[in-house]
Antibody
Framework: EVQLVESGGGLVQPGGSLRLSCVAS????????MTWVRQAPGKGLEWVGNIKEDGSDKYYVDSVKGRFTISRDNAKNSLYLQMNSLRAEDTAVYYCVRDQGWFAFDFWGQGTVVTVSS | QSALTQPPSASGSPGQSVAISCTGTSSDVGAYNYVSWYQQHPGKAPKLIIYEVTKRPSGVPDRFSGSKSGNTASLTVSGLQAEDEADYYCTSYAGSSVFGTGTKVTVL
């Protein structure tokens, strides 16, 4: 059974940092692109960024470029999202997502809540 | 990338059909056959229901179908059931990925 379990969310002040983690199981992690998607309270889904199977390529939505970094450790079946210089508008549920190919997101974690507030 | 445009809401009675549009541009929806649709119930993670415009993942009822014409993709839910009441999002490959604005489907 495919499972994606996120952790690391919480309350952080504007300008602060947070690192989200996602542990994958039930599939061969190093053969899939992985993606982070977020959803602000009461709002729609937003693609945050993704990372290639071997970690060599990464892409981000413009609003997080230079502030967020996606990485992965295939030996630990883990995906990460390092978030720096956080803003109120980064407040959202962050989902770890598997890409089955061509941006078809077939498995989602339960999400972890990030709140940026003073 | 701008979000793809979906109607905010759609509704139908049990057994009826409802269609949801997803309008993009010639750079995303119109350029690639990589449109996906997701169903999200309140408080839950989204679920993939259509990929590559028309394909259904294993376990998704054939009441759900997808199509595309030009820069607009569509999701049709036939034989509406109470459990189909949810938010629906489209997404398209566009170099990166962009989601639609979302449509709330109400079963009357």
């Amino acid at each position: 059974e495919v499972q994606l379990v996120e952790s690391g969310g919480g309350l952080v002040q504007p300008g602060g940092s947070l690192r989200l983690s996602c542990v994958a199981s039930g599939f061969t992690f190093n053969t899939y692109w992985m993606t982070w998607v977020r959803q602000a309270p009461g709002k729609g889904l937003e693609w945050v960024g993704n990372i290639k199977e071997d970690g060599s390529d990464k892409y981000y939505v413009d609003s997080v470029k230079g502030r967020f970094t996606i990485s992965r450790d295939n030996a630990k079946n883990s995906l990460y999202l390092q978030m720096n210089s956080l803003r109120a508008e980064d407040t959202a549920v962050y989902y770890c997502v598997r890409d089955q190919g061509w941006f078809a997101f077939d498995f989602w974690g339960q999400g972890t809540v990030v709140t940026v507030s003073s | 990338q701008s979000a793809l445009t979906q109607p905010p809401s759609a509704s139908g009675s049990p057994g009826q059909s409802v269609a949801i549009s997803c309008t993009g541009t010639s750079s995303d929806v119109g350029a690639y056959n990589y449109v996906s649709w997701y169903q999200q119930h309140p408080g839950k993670a989204p679920k993939l229901i259509i990929y590559e415009v028309t394909k259904r993942p294993s376990g998704v009822p054939d009441r759900f179908s997808g199509s595309k014409s030009g820069n607009t993709a569509s999701l049709t839910v036939s034989g509406l059931q109470a459990e189909d009441e949810a938010d629906y999002y489209c997404t398209s490959y566009a170099g990166s990925s962009v989601f639609g604005t979302g449509t709330k489907v109400t079963v009357l």
